[in-house]
């Protein structure tokens, strides 16, 4: 009897946290979720992984070592999951871990997703997919955003749809109704908002905008965070991550600002309304005719970020959860989906979405 069962990890760029989702494939390239869970990622670690994001010390080791407490992590994550649904190890064909993101940089012909993929199918007794990103980038890719066959294979209607993922980067797939499949990173979602109620509350994030929404958000300092920024006006294929979008991006920024003193709620206001503004300028640039967006990730419970976002489409925004997929457990369920296609041999790396040169299979095998 084939194994029709897969785990996916995921733990994104916000750090806060990994997903697991385990999925059962009886309907080729359609999971249904058995179980999940969601795992807090251990504040030290948080913090190494935010230091790796930037030259430092001696940081092959402790790479390394990162790497090795994340695939302790993940394993945790993996048990959560088959305990839930009473199953074991061997039922399960593999899991698809993302690994941490610290540097990504395609031009260059790069990414680095820390991850002890061996360490985690010693740990789980599950074969691994990972590295999932590196095989797009050598054939000339972004190696971003990986998901958009997924999101064809889940939320596809016939009709022009918008899947958005509101992580600590932004992505949207552009779904159309011939089947076209685009995608590309939109600029922050969560990032720098994150960043910026960390260092004035210590709050780890902005629960549900509610921070934002005690501010004003000025037009003034909207405007000069994206006409200061060249990459927002870059055509697809295009990614991001926090090599770009990271506290230097914003204290810099904040410091040029000539316009008028603002309160700390006032500059958490704009930077939700930059997230919306460039989302809904870069849909209707690029899919005018879109009909409805879908929208996942942790943004998609920032109630404020969900208004901000509708007022700035002409179309309706809605969570995943009204197309039956939990917003948190979209990423998780999209690399058990990427382990499920290296195993079948799709091709999952899209070059209309990635600029890569071919299509390709993603993903290395690591067996138990």
């Keep these: 009897m084939p194994q029709t069962l897969f785990i996916g990890l995921m733990s994104g760029t916000s750090t806060d946290g990994v997903d697991a989702v385990l999925a059962d494939f009886s309907r080729p390239g359609r999971p249904a979720i058995l179980a999940a869970a969601s795992l807090p990622m251990p504040a030290s670690l948080r913090e190494e992984f935010l230091a790796l994001n930037i030259p430092g010390a001696d940081e092959l080791a402790r790479a390394a070592l990162a790497g090795n407490a994340l695939a302790e992590l993940y394993a945790s994550a993996a048990q959560s999951v088959l305990a839930q649904a009473a199953a074991g190890p061997a039922q399960v064909c593999a899991i698809g871990a993302h690994g941490q993101t610290v540097r990504h940089d395609p031009a260059a012909g790069y990414t680095i997703q820390i991850n002890a993929a061996a360490l985690l199918a010693e740990r789980s007794g599950i074969d691994v997919i990972a590295d999932f990103r590196s095989r797009d980038v050598a054939a000339g890719g972004q190696g971003a955003p990986l998901v958009p066959a997924f999101h064809h294979a889940m939320f596809a209607n016939g009709r022009a749809r918008a899947i958005l993922n509101l992580g600590g980067i ?184 990635t600029g890569a040169r071919h299509a390709t299979i993603l993903g290395c095998r690591y067996p138990a």
């Design 170 to 353: 932004a992505n949207v797939t552009l779904l159309g109704p011939a089947g076209e499949i685009r995608g590309f990173d939109t600029g922050p979602a969560n990032v720098l908002l994150d960043l910026w109620v960390q260092a004035k509350t210590g709050h780890a994030y902005d629960a549900g905008g509610r921070w934002a929404g005690a501010g004003h958000a000025n037009a003034g300092l909207l405007e000069f965070l994206l006409d200061s920024e060249p990459w927002f006006e870059r055509a697809p294929p295009k990614s991001t991550g926090r090599d770009l979008f990271n506290w230097e991006w914003l204290t810099r920024r904040l410091a040029a600002f000539n316009g008028e003193a603002l309160a700390d709620s006032d500059i958490q206001a704009t930077l939700q309304q930059l997230t919306a503004v460039t989302v809904a300028r870069a849909i209707a640039r690029h899919a005018p005719d879109t009909e409805d967006v879908l929208v996942c990730g942790g943004g998609a419970l920032n109630g404020g970020l969900m208004r901000e976002l509708q007022d700035a489409m002409p179309c309706p925004v809605s969570p995943t959860s009204a197309a039956n997929v939990p917003v948190q457990l979209v990423e998780a369920l999209a690399f058990a989906w990427l382990a499920w296609a290296h195993i079948h041999g799709h091709r999952a790396g899209l070059p209309d979405v």
